[in-house]
């Protein structure tokens, strides 16, 4: 069964603090993506990467950044929390279309609160 | 554009009786993937159903089945036998063949009734 861990299930940050996110597949995808998730909005992305050391922004970059230094981890860096960042973040990846199953996998999930 | 709708926000099914779950899409890829997701309230998204666009059948997972019109772009969900665990949110996701992204709709609050 394809798995992808996200670190921190819960976390609490204060404003200003850095905020890294990790996710790590163990199923070898080519795609990570990181999505948020608030309620009325369904989830919106943040970014996706394709390949190691690549990346492209998705519908809300604003505020995020991302690293992809290995295929297996997808990072998620908050660079200066702010309240409005309070949200559930969820960690996914899939094969390249075509590569196989084309479904998209996610991790369980990391409730962000900042205060 | 890609794009996913899903027009009810919230849906009330009876214990033991089936429910569909509306939802209608939006591409211009050639060769697409439909996709249902449930996310209980504990936050996981668990994978449901795939539709692939040139599948001739429906695709049908156990209580879950797809009801794939591609002229009229819909893939409604219908879960039968409602369950008391099948309350959750449900979620609808399209995947085109030219990029790697996935889109999802806002969702859709299913509470079951004993």
């Known amino acids: 069964d394809v798995k992808v861990t996200q670190s921190s299930r819960y976390l609490v940050k204060r404003t200003g603090e850095k905020v890294f996110l990790e996710c790590v597949q163990d199923m070898d995808h080519e795609n990570m993506f990181w999505y948020r998730q608030d309620p009325g909005l369904g989830l919106r992305l943040i970014y996706f990467?394709?390949?190691?050391?690549m990346k492209e922004k998705g519908d809300i970059p604003e505020g995020y950044s991302v690293s992809r230094e290995k295929k297996e981890r997808f990072s998620l860096i908050l660079e200066s929390a702010s309240t409005n960042q309070t949200s559930m973040y969820l960690c996914a990846s899939s094969l390249t279309w075509g590569a196989g199953r084309n479904t998209i996998y996610f991790g369980e999930g990391s409730w962000l609160t900042v205060v | 554009a890609q794009k996913i709708t899903q027009t009810q926000p919230g849906m009330f099914v009876q214990e033991k009786e089936a429910v569909t779950l509306d939802c209608t899409y939006d591409t211009s890829d050639p060769s697409y993937g439909l996709f249902w997701y449930k996310q209980p309230s504990s936050g996981e998204m668990i994978f449901l159903i795939y539709q692939g666009s040139y599948d001739q059948q429906n695709a049908t997972e156990g209580r879950y089945s797809l009801n794939f019109q591609k002229a009229r772009k819909s893939a409604n969900l219908v879960i039968s036998a409602s369950q008391l665990g099948d309350s959750a949110m449900y979620f609808c996701?399209?995947?085109?063949?030219?990029?790697?992204?996935?889109?999802f709709g806002t969702g859709t609050s299913l509470t079951v009734i004993p």
């Open positions: 990467s394709y390949d190691v050391k």
């Open positions: 996701a399209m995947r085109g063949n030219t990029g790697n992204q996935f889109y």
